[in-house]
């Protein structure tokens, strides 16, 4: 059927589930050889030995250590010819910035892709190459990663468990609070992250349970290591979604108080890309919310659309500068102007600013040089089951002075 010759794509992602998910779906399409790496450097790795024979990149840029913005800056030093796709479940305009950059630096990015990933885009992106799909593919495929259908059994089913990763108030250096992450334990492909399901439920109607059960998992949780004597607040994550419903407030005070927590032990987050939508609307259940006692924090600040306008009328208590300006801020000045000005802003609106993602000790020292108030990343802990946390906290305690 294809007689030309055989094409070689290298994947790379830090989400193992997506590196197995799409050489599946590329495999199944025909392509002959597919390369995988779990990050940055597994992938210059593999580049550094056969450069010129990768016709693809398939490239995530979000992820830890190495991320995709500096690998590209690395291949492009090795003058790398073939094509990059680039994908990832940030926002599309961080995406867009990306692809403008690697074009800047003379690579040849033919596409980008948002997660999650589809049949249906993967077949059009093998068209650009001029490549014959070998294969046709079966139309059954071409849905999203996951049905709705299939995630409502896993609800079901319990399968969605949840993680907690740790903050520390920078004064203290002490764990002030914890945020509360799904993962679903999936018996093919073990933890599937969030960035891989959320996005379907977010479409369905499932969201309002979910984000419910959600809620109701970790003020569980919470209840447990107030019992135990620990002095903590979680965050739970909302989605814009879930303010279509003008009872919200009501609904969630009543999950609750079920768990005898106080409310304002628990802060709400809510992701600044998709703000605005009912401006009324939001400001109303927000504000509501607010007044039941809830914390609100604006998630990954900087790389959505909230205006100063939208900022200065929300009643929002907390505001959490995004990874990617976190992420080499100590090594890069136009990381570190967006990381200080979020800061600064974040200040003069008098909320408590977090900066989230922090991975190295020199980005940790210079979060801290620009005046936020907590930190959360790898460098403090990676998120963790909640068994495991209550043993974390006390070697974190006892090794305090010797880690910072
Ligand atoms: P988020 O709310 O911004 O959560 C922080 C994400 O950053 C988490 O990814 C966390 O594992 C990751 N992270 C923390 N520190 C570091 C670091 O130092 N380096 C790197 N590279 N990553 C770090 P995770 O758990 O994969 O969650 C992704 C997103 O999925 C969350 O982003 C949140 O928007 C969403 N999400 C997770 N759980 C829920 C949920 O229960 N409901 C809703 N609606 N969204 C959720
Ligand atoms: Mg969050
Ligand atoms: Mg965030």
């Not at 970790?218 to 419903?245: H, P, T």
Request: aromatic residues 8%; negative net charge; charged residues 25%.
């Amino acid at each position: 059927m294809n007689n030309e010759k055989p094409i070689r794509v290298l994947v790379l992602d830090d989400d193992r589930f997506m590196l197995e998910f799409v050489s599946h779906l590329l495999r199944d399409l025909g392509v002959s050889e597919v390369l995988v790496a779990e990050d940055g450097k597994a992938g210059l790795f593999v580049m550094s030995a056969q450069v010129s024979a990768i016709d693809l990149l398939i490239c995530d840029i979000e992820m830890p250590g190495m991320d995709g913005i500096e690998f590209l800056r690395n291949i492009a030093d090795q003058y790398y010819s073939g094509k990059i796709v680039l994908f990832s479940g940030v926002d599309p305009d961080l995406l867009k910035a990306t692809e403008r950059l690697a074009s800047v630096r003379g690579l040849n990015v033919i596409s980008t892709l948002t997660k999650p990933v589809t049949v249906g885009s993967l077949v059009a992106i093998l068209a650009q190459l001029s490549i014959p799909i070998p294969r046709r593919p079966d139309p059954a495929r071409i849905r999203q990663i996951f049905t709705v259908e299939e995630i409502q059994q896993a609800l079901a089913a319990d399968q969605i468990d949840l993680f907690y990763q740790p903050k520390i108030a920078v004064s203290s250096r002490r764990v002030t609070s914890v945020e509360c992450l799904a993962r679903w334990r999936h018996a093919q492909y073990g933890y599937v992250s969030p960035d891989n399901f959320i996005p379907v439920i977010e479409q369905s109607e499932l969201i309002n349970d979910f984000t419910r059960d959600v809620l109701r998992k970790s003020a569980q949780q919470l209840d447990l290591w107030l019992q135990e004597g620990l002095d903590l607040k979680i965050s739970v994550n909302v989605s814009m979604e879930n303010l279509d419903r003008f009872n919200l407030p009501e609904i969630y005070e009543t999950a609750v108080r079920e768990c005898y927590v106080p409310i304002d032990r628990i802060t709400l987050e809510i992701t600044e890309g998709k703000l605005g939508k009912d401006f009324a609307q939001s400001l109303d259940i927000l504000t509501r919310l607010r007044l039941k006692g809830f914390g609100l924090a604006i998630d990954d600040f900087g790389i959505g659309y909230s205006s100063m306008e939208t900022l200065k009328h929300m009643p929002f208590t907390e505001l959490k500068v995004d990874r990617i300006f976190a992420h080499g801020a100590a090594k890069d000045p136009a990381t570190r102007a967006i990381l200080e000005s979020s800061i600064k802003l974040g200040k003069a609106l008098g909320l408590n600013v977090v900066v989230e993602g922090i991975e190295a000790g020199t980005d940790y020292q210079l979060a801290v040089e620009l005046g936020c108030d907590e930190i959360q990343g790898f460098f403090i802990a990676k998120p963790m089951p909640g068994g495991e946390f209550t043993e974390w906290l006390a070697k974190y305690e006892k090794t305090i002075d010797e880690r910072f």
